[in-house]
Every structure is written in C-alpha cells, then in structure tokens.
C-alpha cells in the first residue's frame, strides 16, 4: 500500500480482557517496529522486527506484551489482560534495512483500557 | 543506552516570529538524528534527518537542524513560522550498530503558532 496502516483505530476495552493490534506495513519493507505513546512516557520502542532475524523484545514493558510477524509482512501486537496503564497511542513504523533509512509510521491505535 | 532531551515542552510564538526547539541526546558513539512532526489529527512524519556530511541540515517546510558533536545536540530552525507549523515535534536518535535502528525520543515539543 502507500503507507503504514494500522487496525482498530481505536479500541476500547475493558481492563483484564486481551486486545490484539493489527500493522501492515508498506510493502516491500522489511523492518518493522512497534512504539506506544503516552501522556506520561512519551514516545517509547517497545519491539522490531526484521527478516527472519529473532526480534529485539528490548522494550516490551511486561510478559503480557508480544507480537508476531507473519511471513515476514502483517504485524500483530497482543496485550494480554490489559491494565489502566495500557492506555496509549500504539504506534507502528517500516523501513527497508538499510542504516539510513528513515521509518514510516502509521496512524496509530488508540487503545483505552477502561 | 541513548536519551534524548528535549529542552521546551511547549512553546507559543506569534507568526513570522523565528524557532529553534533544543535537542540533546546522550550516546558516545555514532548515531543518526531526526526530527519528525505530529500535526493535530495526523501521524507522525519525517521533517529532516541527519547521517553524516554537513552538519546543517535542510528539511521540508523550511525547517532546518545543525548538529553540533560536541555539544551532542541537534537543534531544530525555522526563521518565519507559520500558522499552520502548529503541531508537536520529536527529536529522535538511533545509534548505529549492528542490530536494529530503534529509535529513541525525546519527550516532544508543543508548538502553537498563534494568528
């Protein structure tokens, strides 16, 4: 596609339900990366991927937090039992894997957890 | 690990008047810098970007950025803002290694360009 997409926009749920994140980043990218943006954080990392290389889970915040790549394109971050603290901008970008590459983000998902 | 400090958290300037938002950011080795823009309602987007060659750097809109190393700051310009310039940005660095280019923040600027 043109650009990043990413599925909900919003989603409301409420606290100790699972939520599932979708991102299709532009094609032909092959790195991709999850942020999360917050009032009290910021901007933060919290996981990227690239290739079939193992992904770098550096920032995800706690064990409730994964994601997946399947075949190497659509992205799915999962947030299981979700807390108050979940509430944020959840942020997706793609790259091709060169170092000077700039990352392309999408519109977000606004998660609120109620 | 790297940070980045952003020195204003909000700014309000009247049109014409000029812009510099401050950047610092702590890593010792090689990193690339970014500054990205968030206008209301809109996602994030790539205003400049700095890899190596001249240290001023040029961006869309008329921004521009120098890179001091010294001073491991990576300040962001604009002589004559507009209305619509109204928007929060984001400094941004990744340091250069070998695995991945993740992208550290600052906490964001928020500028209002008043009429």
């Known amino acids: 596609g043109a650009g990043v997409s990413q599925s909900p926009s919003n989603k409301v749920t409420e606290k100790g339900k699972d939520v599932e994140l979708r991102c299709d980043p532009i094609?032909?990218?092959?790195?991709l990366y999850w942020y999360r943006q917050s009032l009290g954080q910021g901007l933060e990392f919290l996981i990227y991927f690239q290739g079939n290389s193992a992904p770098d889970k550096s920032g995800l915040p706690s064990d409730r937090f994964s994601a997946e790549r399947t075949g190497g394109s659509v992205s799915t971050l999962t947030i299981q039992r979700t807390q108050q603290e979940d509430s944020a901008v959840y942020l997706c970008a793609s790259s091709s894997y060169r170092v000077r590459d700039e990352q392309f983000f999408g519109p977000g998902t606004r998660l609120t957890v109620l | 690990a790297q940070s980045v400090s952003q020195h204003n958290h909000h700014v309000i300037l009247s049109e014409a008047a000029s812009l510099e938002l401050g950047c610092n950011y702590s890593y010792g080795g090689t990193v690339n810098l970014f500054w990205y823009v968030q206008y209301p309602g809109q996602h994030l987007q790539l205003l400049l970007k700095?890899?190596?060659?001249?240290?001023l750097v040029k961006g869309i809109k008329g921004f521009e950025a120098e890179f001091i190393k010294s001073k491991f700051s990576f300040n962001l310009r604009k002589p004559s803002v507009q209305w619509s310039d109204t928007a929060e940005y984001f400094c941004?660095?990744?340091?250069?290694?070998?695995?991945?280019?993740?992208?550290?923040f600052g906490g964001g600027t928020r500028v209002l360009v008043k009429p």
């Open positions: 700095y890899f190596s060659g001249d240290p």
């Open positions: 094609s032909g990218h092959t790195a």
């Open positions: 941004a660095v990744n340091a250069i290694k070998a695995a991945g280019n993740k992208l550290t």
